[in-house]
């Protein structure tokens, strides 16, 4: 991983306060991740792990709190939405690819509609990205007819269509069955090494050890313990951090 | 009417009956029902006819006012499709009416939805028939409103109701997941409407919508009351014409035939519609 | 009460809109009754439409043919032809075949009045869609509880009495209030066949007083009630029957 440049980092989060419905989900998350870094974020259900992804592409606005990607202000009032979808991708659980359209239409749909680039330099960018996730040979076929493991590899090349600088991954393999894991976290981790910078909430922590340079532990809407994975696995120092890890160890 | 009811899912660790099998084409065993049922109807229309006087020639009668009361349920398919074009087109403006996100728009929404719901549609009939002018005038010339036109003006206000429900009920079974990733790429509300939601819409929606327009050609008769001069005023107009008792049974049987006739199709096919995209 | 109606009275004087429905004892009279009758319709005939649909519901899951056919015939037949024709069809075309008998004036009289006739005619126009509404809500259980019920030494009929009859009717209820509101709209069809109803006196009201455009808006309102507060007993009856852990509400 590239040592972050340290002239300011890229994304900001500072002091975010989140509650739905009377009930406290992130409770002062504040963390800073430089260009290039791939952050995975760990915790038992329910400690606000998902909300602060949602928080930084804006899907989900935030109570109290300072949210910066590069120079966009996410909390600020007059958000433009376009900049940061262009800006910040996002890969979700339940892949929410659109039934109606083939692959390459997923593909292509937005950066035509939203971003209004051209036509024909989109569809091409598409086709190598389906090449590079391995379907290349499944452009024209609908969500409908894919596997759980190829529809998520079709949504991670939808978001990468965008071209975005950071993307969000939020649990994409919780709803795969297990012999598809391997070939999503395969493509993530070479979208990681090409130097995107990803956040990804997630459980599989030998994929968690192997990929990030940063981890992060929350528990009860708090970052409770974050470091390097090797020391953070090895010799985790809060009480909640080892009893969680010995769980799912 | 049966789309209300709750469905049992996975989340209760109930599954749904299988799919029923489906032998060869998806139409024939439809086609050769309806043209049976169709044929039934015939023959008991005219099992009726001969009991009721074989020999008076009753037979000879009905097919003798066939023509004027043929007329008269032209009238009731014009009504129906006026009703059923605008009423649609104010549907759907009012079902996405009701999901805007301005309290504004989606408040008097949902009170109007409600309100033209729940009204009687002999009601709104005759709303429309007793307070819709005679004569309007626009411009410097004046238009009469014919009773017909007011008569399908009123048919029209309970379909704009029924069909917003039926698209909100479409809007909302879209899962969430498919509107925040169109937010997520970059997509505004109604970008997101237009591209993502009303195009898988349009499938679920359709069963619902042929359903409304049968039950809607079955209401036409209404328009009889308030002076219309549909299939029913002709009906009865040809039973005073004949002042014969024993036509009384035939020729509302008749008329009941062509009704089936023409709505049964439309409830079978709406039907294997609805079973053909809930397979998916 | 000589309050409300002096301030009708009043109300009629000053701005023209008239409600002699709350001010002149023979048009308050005439509602009161037209309202009475239009609830009685729609409760007797919910309760025998009900009835039907469970009996039909009953025979389409039961595998006994004939009143299979039967049944399926009559659902066809109620539910793909217009309610005010099958009104017609039973008070003029099959009343004319009924027997005639003298009342105690000495004038003969049919053997089933108008009101009778709706009542049938609108418990068997309702009934036809209760049975579509039952027979989805037995198809929505589960074989896996039907085949448990018979390997317990349920019969067909005791299983579909005791076993499948109260799961469906839970999760037909929904449906069913929503038929239930369509009965009441329905009920105003009795006007072509001279039932008294709500919408048949108003309409003898608003010819005797010229105040048309005030009659249709209490009628409007009236009936608005009138589904409120079925939709709202619906609802109670629903929680009352809720079981926990099933359906949607188990989320």
Request: hydrophobic share 50%; aromatic share 10%.
């Amino acid at each position: 991983m590239t040592d972050s440049g340290k002239n300011g980092a890229f994304i900001k989060i500072h002091d975010i306060y989140k509650s739905f419905k009377g009930v406290p989900v992130l409770r002062g998350v504040s963390l800073e991740i430089a260009k290039g870094d791939v952050v995975c974020i760990i915790g038992p259900s329910g400690s606000g792990k998902s909300t602060i992804l949602r928080c930084v592409n804006a899907l989900t606005p935030v109570d109290q709190g300072f949210i910066q990607v590069g120079d966009i202000q996410v909390t600020s009032r007059d958000l433009n939405m376009v900049a940061l979808c262009h800006r910040v991708g996002m890969v979700f659980q339940q892949y929410n690819l659109f039934p109606h359209k083939t692959v390459l239409q997923n593909l292509t749909m937005a950066p035509i509609q939203v971003l209004k680039q051209p036509r024909a330099e989109v569809t091409e960018r598409a086709c190598a990205l389906l090449d590079k996730v391995r379907l290349g040979n499944k452009a024209d076929a609908y969500p409908g007819e894919l596997s759980g493991g190829q529809q998520q590899r079709v949504a991670i090349a939808r978001a990468l269509c965008m071209q975005p600088e950071v993307i969000l991954f939020d649990e994409v393999t919780a709803a795969l069955d297990p012999e598809m894991v391997g070939e999503v976290l395969s493509v993530i981790r070479e979208i990681a090494r090409d130097g995107m910078t990803c956040m990804i909430v997630t459980h599989e922590m030998g994929f968690a050890r192997e990929a990030a340079n940063q981890m992060y532990f929350t528990d009860g809407g708090v970052i409770v313990e974050s470091g390097a994975p090797d020391a953070f696995f090895s010799n985790p120092k809060d009480e909640r951090t080892r009893s969680f890890l010995s769980k799912v160890l | 009417m049966s789309e209300n009811h709750m469905k049992l899912g996975p989340q209760v660790g109930i599954t749904l009956p299988e799919p029923k099998q489906r032998s060869g084409l998806a139409f024939s065993p439809e086609l050769t029902s309806i043209l049976l049922a169709i044929l039934a109807v015939v023959g008991i229309v005219l099992i009726l006819t001969l009991l009721s006087g074989a020999d008076t020639g009753l037979l000879g009668e009905l097919l003798k006012w066939t023509p004027f009361m043929a007329q008269g349920f032209a009238l009731n398919v014009a009504i129906s499709l006026f009703a059923i074009v605008f009423g649609t087109i104010g549907g759907v403006f009012l079902g996405m009416g009701q999901l805007a996100p301005r309290g504004w728009i989606s408040a008097p929404s949902k009170i109007l939805t409600q309100i033209f719901r729940n009204a009687p549609w002999l009601v709104l009939l005759f709303y429309c028939i007793f307070l819709i002018p005679f004569q309007v005038r626009i411009g410097g010339e004046t238009y009469t409103i014919s009773n017909w036109l007011r008569a399908s003006i009123g048919f029209t206000i309970p379909i704009v109701a029924n069909f917003s429900e039926i698209v909100r009920g479409a809007l909302q079974s879209i899962p969430s997941g498919q509107w925040e990733a169109a937010r997520s790429l970059g997509y505004t509300w109604r970008q997101t409407v237009l591209s993502v939601v009303l195009p898988q819409c349009i499938k679920r929606m359709l069963p619902p919508w042929m359903n409304l327009y049968a039950i809607l050609l079955m209401a036409t008769p209404l328009a009889s009351i308030v002076g219309v001069e549909e299939s029913m005023t002709n009906a009865r107009t040809a039973l005073q014409a004949e002042a014969d008792g024993r036509l009384l049974l035939p020729l509302y049987a008749y008329l009941l035939s062509w009704f089936f006739i023409y709505c049964y199709p439309i409830a079978r096919i709406s039907k294997s519609l609805e079973d053909r995209f809930a397979v998916r | 009460m000589d309050r409300i109606a002096d301030f009708f009275r009043a109300l009629n004087e000053r701005t023209g809109i008239n409600l002699p429905i709350l001010y002149d004892p023979f048009d308050a009279d005439r509602f009161f009754h037209g309202l009475l009758t239009t609830i009685e319709l729609f409760l007797i005939s919910a309760v025998v439409s009900i009835a039907i649909g469970l009996v039909g519901a009953g025979s389409l899951t039961l595998p006994y043919r004939v009143p299979k056919a039967i049944t399926r015939c009559y659902v066809a037949f109620f539910r793909n032809t217009p309610p005010l024709i099958q009104m017609y069809f039973f008070f003029f075309a099959i009343g004319a075949l009924t027997p005639v008998r003298k009342n105690d004036f000495g004038f003969p009289e049919p053997t089933i009045d108008n009101f009778q006739w709706a009542l049938i005619t609108l418990s068997l126009y309702a009934g036809a869609f209760n049975i579509e509404i039952f027979r989805s809500g037995v198809e929505a259980i589960h074989r896996s509880i039907v085949e448990a019920a018979t390997a317990l030494g349920y019969g067909k009929i005791a299983c579909f009495l005791y076993v499948m009859l109260p799961l469906a009717w839970r999760i037909s209820l929904p449906a069913l209030c929503n038929n239930m509101i369509e009965l009441l709209k329905t009920t105003t069809l009795a006007y072509a066949i001279g039932v008294p109803e709500l919408l048949y006196v108003s309409n003898q009201i608003w010819s005797d007083n010229l105040n048309t455009f005030e009659m249709m808006n209490v009628l409007m309102v009236v009936y608005l009630l009138l589904v409120g507060i079925v939709a709202l007993a619906m609802n109670r009856w629903e929680q009352a029957l809720r079981l926990p852990g099933f359906g949607a509400a188990a989320r």
